[in-house]
């Protein structure tokens, strides 16, 4: 460029310039004020806090005080596991079944499974709702695997499809004239080529189910509290501080899995490149 | 292996699943809603009509669907300096820069929705500084405006909007901005006729995304627009969790999906229109 640089494309850098910081201010800002104000000593989240301490983490860990948090937790981690797992088996399959194809039928298929990503969550939460009550059963953690495996699988799916697609048909047609079975050459060749996908794509299904609220808002209970939930009603009711202390301890868990999946699978490489 | 086929045997269990857990449930609440008393004995359009005949309801779902536009709005204005500046930027920053990206989108809604209580809060800190700078006299009221509520999820949804944004502009050719400038078009001129046009394709997807979430975010709706802002989500939850009017609820749900692909289908629209242009 060796033009000289007129006003109006100073003006341009200056505008384009201020609103990168500006975004990237407000991208990264609010996780931070989060992890700051869950050390405050004071009761009200006033930023930034008065003095630092461990008070709200201690009041959290405390077994009988915060009993019905801890139990929110673990229902989200067993439905996240669970869900998950199924997702992943089922999802892969799905992607294994029409990535090598370029057929109309693939094409709607991939646009179905793909579909519970746009389509609004929220009605679909209150629809299971409404089934599971006219199928007279009670409330119960297994429905809320269903539920969020329905809507967790598109994320395995899309990332598995991407590495399947991307499979060179050569290395499959060697490994069946060297005589491999299928089997043999789906389980040395296929799995092992796509594995980085599948893995990405089950991180971000198992963050996706933590952090659902459409389809636990309706199907979770009193029994069946999941954490989300849990913190909303927290943060409805008395401003809890303690949902502060919740948020800064699934920040750090969030901030080492990213850390641990970009070195297993690339995982920022994969998010949509 | 070539010209391969659908094997529907290794479909066939995501598709059942979907078929029971997703496709049943749906039409269930099409069904539903087409019922005209709570214990869904009689069929009729009586809900449907209760809706949209009431002028309040109407004005629900012209708020919800004002409440997506605005995040759309919102979130593209920063949304194209950023892609900008990612795609300038040397392998080592965009690494850090798509962690600062996926960082927000990893953490849950509801965190990302208390953090901007702590932030419009009363005494939180932007009116911290407002006061500090003597821009206002008196804490400004942003909890419970559609301000605020705008502002969060613009955050909220942001790296929706970016990421796809970002993966259409790498793939530009950067030859194509180099040759607008040699022509003698200005930044503003090449960014405007050759950038934006071309990246369109990544914006629809980020804006589809963006919408779609907007319009949903319950969490955010019912937190920081309170009470006195009302979108369909908290209708829906209100209907079918508090009053326990599940063909209204219902109504509410079938006119909330709606909605949302009626946005959709718009977006796409504008995007075929785009690329024949």
Known sequence: MSQRRTFADQSFSCVFGGLTLLGLLILVGPVFIVLITSFTTSASLRFPPPELSLKWYQALFDTTQSAHIHRAAGNSLWVASMATLGASILAVLAALAIGRSRRPAARALEASFLSPLILPSLAYGLATLMFFALLGLRPSLTHLIGGHLVVIAPFVFRTTLATVTQLEPALLESSASLGAGRFMTFRRITLPLIAPGIFAGAFLAFVASMDNVPVSLFLSSARTDMLPIRMWGMMESTLDVRVAAVSGVLILVILVLMFVMDRLTGLTRRMSF | ?277
């Open chain 2, 1 to 277: 292996m070539r010209a391969a086929a659908v094997d529907w045997r290794l479909a066939a269990p995501l598709g059942i699943v979907y078929l029971a857990l997703f496709a049943a449930p749906l039409l269930l609440l099409l069904g539903i809603s087409l019922h005209a008393d709570q214990d869904l004995q009689q069929w009729g359009l009586d809900n449907w009509t209760k809706f949209w005949g009431d002028a309040f309801y109407r004005g629900v779902v012209w708020d919800t669907l004002r409440l997506g536009v605005a995040a759309v709005l919102v979130t593209s204005l920063f949304a194209w300096p950023l892609a900008l500046f990612f795609c300038n930027a040397s392998p080592r920053t965009q690494k850090v820069l798509i962690f600062i990206i996926l960082l927000p989108l990893l953490t849950s809604v509801v965190i990302r929705t208390f953090a901007w209580i702590v932030i419009l809060a009363r005494e939180g800190l932007v009116n911290q500084v407002a006061l500090a700078l003597g821009l206002s006299a008196t804490p400004l009221r942003l909890l419970q405006t559609e301000t605020g509520l705008v502002l969060a999820l613009m955050q909220i949804e942001m790296p929706l909007m970016l990421l796809p944004l970002i993966s259409v502009m790498r793939g530009l050719d950067p030859n194509l901005l180099d040759a607008s400038r040699a022509l003698g078009a200005g930044m503003w001129r090449s960014f405007f006729r050759v950038i934006l046009p071309l990246s369109l394709p990544g914006w629809i997807a980020g804006a589809t995304l963006v919408f779609a979430s907007a319009c949903t975010a319950f969490i955010s709706q019912s937190v920081i627009g309170g009470a006195r802002l009302v979108y369909l989500p908290s209708l829906i939850w209100q209907q079918a969790m508090v009053v326990y009017d599940w063909p209204f609820a219902a109504v509410c749900s079938v006119t909330l999906l709606l909605t949302v692909l009626a946005g959709i289908m718009m977006l796409n629209w504008l995007g075929r229109y785009a690329r024949t242009d």
